[in-house]
């Protein structure tokens, strides 16, 4: 296969070989001269077919690129990922979104990724704020900047105020990697090691959070389920 003309960032769109249909997945042949894995997670959403009835080997299909390694290794998805990829979030950059929903505590804001951000009511502007509709209303667009992203569960906060504060050094990138599955790795190694019949193991984890962390995580979850077309 010719190698690929176009950017292998993330959520770049590729074309590829199914070069090996394993337990695991595919790997796939994109022209990089490095074969790239899909995982058997990575399926389209709502495609009710099997992995098998979806990709087989030596068939052309058509994915995303989900990861890019600096070592040539590629992952990929049938998934069509957001306009702005969890991974390219980073700390201080400034997104143009819409809100969403409003609460008590705070707005949330879609901004193009995978999930909406959300604003404290403390980060709505540099006075105070009674009250977050006094501020702004469901469907106002509003300039958002990105104060910190958690991986476990995801979840972004964004504030409206546009000076980066000195409280904000910190930023918890412990699961930023993280969109490649722990199984997806292993399968990688397995895969470039030639033990691409192998099965895979993938591990549960399980964490406990805080009241208010499931009460916005609950609220967030009813925004997604409202604004899905």
Known sequence: MAEQSRSLDIGAE???????????GALIDIGTG?????????LAR???RSFEEVVRSGDEIQ???????KDGHVALTMERPPDVPWQT???GQVFTGQVVRVE???????????RPGMVHVSEMADGYVRSPGEVVSVGQEV?????????????????????????????????????VPTS???????AMEGGVDKQSRAGGRQGGSRNYREQQEAILSRTLRGSTP
């Open 104 to 114: 008590d505590f705070g707005v949330f804001v879609d901004f193009g990724a995978e």
């Open 46 to 48: 709502g495609d009710g």
């Open 34 to 42: 490095q074969d790239a894995l899909l995982h058997i997670s990575q």
């Open 184 to 190: 997806m790795a292993q399968a990688f190694r397995r």
């Open 89 to 91: 979030i980073k700390q």
């Open 14 to 24: 590729v074309q590829g070989k199914v070069k090996h249909v394993g337990l695991y």
């Open 143 to 179: 300039d958002v900047r990105v104060i910190k992203k958690s991986g476990r569960p995801r979840k972004i906060d964004l504030s409206m105020k546009m000076t980066m504060d000195a409280r904000e050094a910190q930023v918890d990138e412990s699961e930023a990697d993280e969109a």
């Open 63 to 69: 994915a995303f690129v989900l990861k890019s390694r």
